[in-house]
């Protein structure tokens, strides 16, 4: 069995491209039940990701783009 959290929404990025080993900050809304990012349409390993909240409560994801990562949705 498995849950299906709401799915993040209003998602944008940046920087908008990226190599392997940068770091890209993700925003939007639902973002704090975020488990995995991957790249690449899904294809890539994990990334690595720390969430962060501001202090207006606003949830953002900053992922480091993993080795294995192709060009592609996130």
Do not use: Y
Request: proline share 7%.
């Amino acid at each position: 069995p498995f849950t299906l959290l709401g799915l993040p929404t209003g998602l944008d990025f940046t920087p908008k491209t990226a190599r392997v080993g940068d770091v890209i900050t993700l925003t939007g809304q639902g973002l704090s039940s975020v488990t995995e990012v991957k790249f690449g349409d899904g294809t890539s390993t994990a990334a690595g990701f720390q969430r962060m909240t501001s202090t207006g409560g606003v949830v953002s994801l900053a992922v480091t783009v993993p080795a294995n990562a192709t060009s592609g949705p996130i």
